[in-house]
């Protein structure tokens, strides 16, 4: 089998390579790198490239490069740090199979930015906005104390610090490391506060660590977002939208295992959906709903709450917006306009083995449904009754929500 090396690279000397790493590369008779990590390492007998632009283009090139015709070329990839680690290691191993990849990594930029502040990091969060949604922070900013943030030319450290400011994390500390290991190499400190308000410049390379210290309703340390935190077109959280103490229930109740896929159908304005993907980071989460009003708010909610990485929004009526989704492991049917029994027959036929299926009850006619909906599946019952104290002048009153009732059928 034909084998690929990637060879890490840090700061602006490769003296520090490991000699199975200078062997791959004296080895290649292809390299391929950014235009800085090819000047890094010249005098090899191999011919340099650069990796194109758009980046889909290394696939073909590589694909073509495994021909038989290409089979006694070896070829090389560099990379920056350890390509393992939010680097190219990972677009690999899901993209480029019939090879053997071998790595030889170097310490990450986080890995060192981490050491340059004296700071244990086996604790922290690591996360990249290069590339993506800057809101991802909101996610995670309420949940650890210490996050280390990889940055773009977009979401650089002035715009990550202003990001904190809005979500009320003024007071946290952040370190800029900019250009390790070379000769340019500075890390900074400051307050969110007044990193925000700064005009200076940082070089593209750079990685920020984050102390948070705050709390934001948008971003809570615990499950249980707030109904009025919910972008829902009504005051206080009303509207579309399943309320906190239902929603908990109702993600206990599907006990959705992670990285799996799940459907919440008739999603309202998310708060289920929002929910169940903020704390369930490696799954993938289907939105689906109809209602061109309520898909608005779904949208402000997804991005709200930072988890448009894993919620995907599907504007559609089911069971026909079903079938182009993956198959779930969970399902939420929240919303089925009168179509209950079609929806729960293509679900069960769609979901995967040990999988369940919850799905709330509020008038008796759609209790009664349920009952017949159940017969011959192993199906387990509960109802949620909640009373919530309202203000009535100098007293204080228990106001009661309409109990719900929750189905959960599991599929053996």
């Not at 590589?62 to 090389?76: D, F, G, N, R, S």
């Not at 206080?236 to 939208?241: F, V």
């Amino acid at each position: 089998m034909k084998q690929i090396d990637v060879v890490g690279l840090s700061g602006d000397s490769p003296l520090s390579l490991h000699p199975s790493a200078r062997m791959a590369l004296e080895k290649a008779d292809i390299l391929y790198g950014s235009e800085r990590q090819l000047a890094l390492v010249p005098g090899y007998k191999a011919n340099y490239r650069q990796i194109p632009s758009p980046f889909s283009q290394l696939q073909a090139e590589i694909t073509q490069l495994m021909t038989p015709e290409h089979a006694a070329e070896h070829m090389v990839l560099l990379a920056s740090g350890d390509p393992l680690f939010y680097g190219i290691g990972g677009w690999l191993t899901r993209w480029i199979k019939g090879v053997n990849l071998c790595f030889h990594p170097q310490p990450s930029a986080i890995q060192l930015a981490f050491s340059r502040i004296g700071k244990p990091w086996e604790q922290a969060c690591v996360l990249s906005v290069h590339g993506r949604p800057l809101s991802t922070l909101r996610r995670e900013a309420g949940r650890h104390t210490l996050l280390a943030v990889l940055t773009d030319n977009n979401n650089h450290p002035i715009a990550i610090a202003q990001a904190l400011v809005d979500m009320h994390f003024g007071d946290s500390t952040i370190w800029v490391a900019e250009d390790l290991e070379t000769r340019s190499e500075k890390v900074s400190c400051f307050s969110a506060k007044e990193l925000a308000q700064s005009t200076q410049t940082f070089s593209p390379l750079n990685v920020i660590i984050i102390e948070t210290r705050g709390q934001s309703a948008l971003s809570p340390s615990f499950p249980g977002l707030p109904n009025t935190a919910f972008s829902t077109g009504s005051p206080a959280g009303q509207g579309m939208l399943t309320k906190r103490e239902v929603r908990l229930a109702a993600l206990a109740q599907l006990q959705p295992p992670p990285g799996t896929t799940g459907w919440d159908i008739g999603a309202g304005c998310g708060g289920l959906a929002v929910e169940w993907a903020r704390w369930s980071i490696q799954s993938r989460i289907y939105a689906i709903e109809t209602n061109p009003a309520r898909l608005e708010h779904l949208h402000i909610n997804q991005q709200r709450f930072g988890v448009e990485s894993n919620l995907q929004i599907v504007a559609g009526r089911a069971p026909d917006a079903l079938q182009a989704l993956p198959a779930p492991h969970s399902i939420y049917l929240g919303g089925s306009q009168g179509q209950a029994t079609e929806i729960l027959a293509y679900c069960w036929e769609r979901l995967a083995p040990g999988g369940r299926i919850v799905i709330p009850a509020v008038t008796l006619e759609t209790r009664a449904a349920l009952v017949t909906l159940a017969q011959g599946k192993p199906a387990e019952w509960l109802e949620i009754a909640v009373a919530s104290g309202k203000r009535a002048g100098p007293l204080t009153m228990m106001q009661p929500q309409r109990p719900v009732l929750l189905l959960t059928l599991e599929k053996s």
